[in-house]
Antibody, heavy 121, light 108 residues
């Protein structure tokens, strides 16, 4: 059974960098064939795609966040990570990681439980 | 980017009834590249439908999806108590990936 688990600080100060890690179990990131993605959901709102990464390190980002986002992969730890710089209160949200089983940046079959990140001084 | 509009915003029905949820795109995209997810309070989204009409693994056959776009529909034939949740549509036919704002299915 594939499982994903987000981890990282729940509170980030404005202008700082939000850093989250997604640990994958039950599957190997380096096996290839999948895209590994980050999403967020503002309180009471819909979902927003942030970006995804292939095991090779190829990344694709949402243009609305591209200037502030970096996603990286550490295959040795079976983890991938999100960094979002220059955060403001508008970045307060629940952040999810997920797996795209198609390798084409399509839909997502396994999701982490999500982690709430609050941006506040 | 593709904007998906889901309707209604809230749907109030009773167990055993039929639910019909709509997802409309503001422009055309690669046909049938639409997924539906169910999300319960405090939980992650759960993939229900991909390719507009293909059920994901383990999804009961009371869930069905139809397309192609720009109008897509998720139908739940006979509502079970566990079906009351928020439903999201997501398109993957045009970058960037986008979601609708969700439809809340509540018990009447």
């Amino acid at each position: 059974q594939v499982q994903l688990q987000e981890s990282g600080p729940g509170l980030v100060k404005p202008s700082q960098t939000l850093s989250l890690t997604c640990t994958v179990s039950g599957d190997s990131i380096s096996s290839g064939g999948y895209y590994w993605s980050w999403f967020r959901q503002h309180p009471g709102k819909g979902l927003e795609w942030i970006g995804y990464i292939y095991y090779s390190g190829n990344t694709y980002y949402n243009p609305s966040l591209k200037s502030r986002v970096a996603i990286s992969v550490d295959s040795s730890k079976n983890q991938f990570s999100l960094k979002l710089s220059s955060v403001t209160a508008a970045d307060t949200a629940v952040y999810y990681c997920a797996r795209d089983p198609t390798g084409g940046g399509n839909y997502f079959d396994y999701w982490g439980q999500g982690t709430l990140v609050t941006v506040s001084s | 980017e593709i904007v998906l509009t889901q309707s209604p915003g809230t749907l109030s029905l009773s167990p055993g009834e039929r639910a019909t949820l709509s997802c409309r795109a503001n422009q055309s995209f690669s046909s049938s590249y639409l997924a539906w997810y169910q999300q319960k309070a405090g939980q992650a989204p759960r993939l229900l439908i991909y390719g507009a009409s293909s059920r994901a693994t383990g999804i009961p056959d009371r869930f069905s999806g139809s397309g192609p776009g720009p109008d897509f529909t998720l139908t739940i034939s006979r509502l079970e108590p566990e079906d009351f949740a928020v439903y999201h549509c997501q398109q993957y036919g045009s970058a960037p990936l986008t979601f609708g704002q969700g439809t809340r299915l509540e018990i009447k």
